[in-house]
């Protein structure tokens, strides 16, 4: 069970919520509180990115566009990911023809 009560399910890797106390309602709603605003600074250029190409871009990408370290970029993404601000928006292949997950700002985040 997660810390609302709920049975957790699998789902998609990046539907997790902001972290709270195990139990805690007031923590819960804390976490959950956490929108565009309450951003720092690496979130913030990763999220203005994502929101300036409406096509959406892969982590490679946004790693060139903002000349930032995969090790520092790839987090602050998940971190967005995982509030519900930029979500999966389908795939292309990276300069290695791999494929890689496209990443697009949420309407809610803009």
């Not at 998609?12 to 956490?34: E, H, K, R």
């Not at 930032?68 to 795939?91: D, F, K």
Request: some cysteine.
């Amino acid at each position: 069970m997660n810390h609302y009560g709920i049975e957790d399910c699998a789902g998609p890797l990046f539907t997790q919520l902001a972290p709270s106390v195990n139990g805690s309602a007031t923590s819960a709603a804390a976490a959950d509180s956490l929108g565009p605003a309450t951003l720092n600074a690496l979130q913030r250029r990763v999220l203005e990115l994502l929101a300036a190409w409406p096509q959406g871009l892969t982590d490679e990408e946004m790693q060139r566009e903002l000349g930032m370290n995969p090790s520092t970029q790839r987090p602050r993404r998940i971190e967005l990911a995982r509030r519900g601000l930029v979500v999966e928006a389908g795939t292309r292949r990276t300069a290695s023809g791999r494929m890689a997950v496209v990443w697009q700002a949420t309407a809610a985040s803009r």
